[in-house]
């Protein structure tokens, strides 16, 4: 009884966690320094460096304007750039008829992987953005 | 095309995979981006963010000489050209002006910053009318013409018809 309790805590503890592909060029530190904060909250994350990250960014359907640098996938869904996790948990919990998936276009300096560690996100917006083109304020820093 | 070519320019949109716009802004005019304007930086400056910036560090094994000349004569040259920028968000309208003298290359970033089409009525300036998307940016590269050109939220744009000579 006791080891069916600890595996259904430990099952409990982990249901938020994502499995994640990760699209970025090689050369990008900061991409790494996002996938570093969505591992330490558990989350598994597979990287891949495409010869042509644009051209996998038009495969897979991210809208020119919402760039960033590294596009993640998970359930297929998009999730472009420095997106704060609690967003992108949020989403996948209750994704939006239509949804195609989140942004933080650009390179905001104080979002995750770019702000100095410990302090608070600002200055940037999580954009919505659905299968019909159509864009949306999702949250804002 | 007003735009004189320039092998720097087709770099700083790819280096990396993502382009240096990225963190710069689409015509190293900054953008709000971590990185910031860099209109102008020398090849002294590049050197030293390539070797001391820790997101520069990682470019180091992309680019050669001959691409950081280019990269360099291509930051260098926008200096020389004067940057309008206006920023359209549901507020109203920022706008950031450098002086104009007239026959110059004139760079205008106009930015939708909302999330409705933004049209835009740009026969002042010679262009057809354009709507800019949701969050998308237009660059128009303008040689100046003598006149005050109103833009949207009493921005004025003042070309003057000659140069003042002083002897």
Redesign the interface.
């Known amino acids: 009884m006791r080891s069916l309790i600890l595996a259904l805590s430990f099952l409990a503890g982990t249901v938020a966690a994502e499995s994640i592909t990760v699209y970025k060029?090689s050369?990008?530190?900061?991409c790494a320094e996002w996938i570093k904060i969505m591992e330490s909250k558990g989350h598994d994350v597979e990287v891949k460096h495409?010869f042509?990250?644009?051209g996998a960014k038009d495969d897979l359907g991210v809208p020119r304007?919402?760039?960033?640098?590294h596009t993640a996938v998970i359930n297929g869904y998009l999730f472009e750039g420095h997106i704060p996790e609690q967003d992108i948990l949020r989403f996948l919990a209750n994704p939006p008829a239509d949804a195609k998936g989140l942004a933080v276009?650009?390179?905001?300096?104080m979002s995750p992987g770019?702000a100095p560690q410990g302090q608070a996100y600002s200055g940037f917006r999580v954009?919505g953005f659905d299968v019909n083109g159509k864009?949306?304020?999702v949250n804002q820093y | 095309m007003a735009e004189p070519p320039n092998p720097g320019r087709d770099l700083y949109l790819?280096a990396?995979?993502?382009g240096c716009g990225?963190?710069h802004g689409p015509v190293a005019n900054g953008?709000?981006?971590?990185?910031g304007p860099i209109r102008g930086a020398t090849r002294e400056a590049l050197d030293k963010a390539l070797k001391e910036q820790?997101?520069m560090?990682?470019?180091v094994?992309?680019l050669s000489q001959d691409n950081i000349a280019d990269l360099s004569r291509y930051l260098e040259l926008l200096a020389q050209i004067p940057l309008v920028e206006l920023v359209y968000n549901d507020l109203g309208w920022a706008i950031t002006q450098e002086p104009v003298t007239r026959g110059q290359t004139v760079q205008m970033v106009v930015s939708n910053d909302s999330?409705g089409d933004l049209a835009l009525d740009l026969q002042a300036f010679g262009f057809a009318p354009a709507t800019i998307?949701?969050?998308?940016?237009l660059v128009l590269e303008w040689i100046a013409e003598a006149g005050t050109f109103f833009l949207p939220d009493n921005g004025l744009l003042v070309v003057p018809a000659e140069d003042i000579c002083i002897h």
């Open positions: 060029s050369t990008c530190g900061c495409p042509n990250l644009q304007q919402l760039r960033s640098c276009p650009g390179m905001p300096g770019m954009i864009f949306s304020l | 790819t990396g995979g993502y990225v963190c953008g709000g981006q971590a990185g820790p997101t560090k990682l470019l094994d992309e999330f998307t949701p969050l998308n940016t």
